[in-house]
Nanobody, 124 residues
Framework: QVQLVESGGGLVQAGGSLRLSCARS????????MGWFRQAPRKEREFVAA????????YYADSVKGRFTISRDNANKILYLQMNSLRPEDTAVYYC?????????????????WGQGTQVTVSS
């Protein structure tokens, strides 16, 4: 089992920044992708960003490309999401997730473990 705990959410004005963190504990696998997803009220959960084990490969949703940066610190078992130039439409609960299969890294059904989420609210 892998446990994931997100932190760093909050209320921010449009144009501001936040950095989300996801602490990982439990079973250690040789390597796997990690991702961030988000879910706004009355909407389906959607892909935000993903990163390979080494950090050498990253993927972003078009809506956040150029504004968000995903990174990971494997030594300390932490995943980050730096969010800049935030917009009201970025308001959602943000989830981190672990993908053990190295496939479908932009899809929710590609992930095996999920955190409980952290709320991000961007005011206009």
């Amino acid at each position: 089992q892998v446990q994931l705990v997100e932190s760093g959410g909050g209320l921010v004005q449009a144009g501001g920044s936040l950095r989300l963190s996801c602490a990982r504990s439990g079973r250690t696998f040789n390597s796997y992708y990690m991702g961030w997803f988000r879910q706004a009220p009355r909407k389906e959960r959607e892909f935000v960003a993903a990163v390979s084990w080494s950090g050498g490969a990253t993927y972003y949703a078009d809506s956040v490309k150029g504004r968000f940066t995903i990174s990971r610190d494997n030594a300390n078992k932490i995943l980050y999401l730096q969010m800049n130039s935030l917009r009201p439409e970025d308001t959602a609960v943000y989830y981190c997730a672990a993908n053990l299969r190295w496939s479908a890294v932009t899809r929710t059904d590609g992930y095996d473990y999920w955190g409980q989420g952290t709320q991000v609210t961007v005011s206009s």
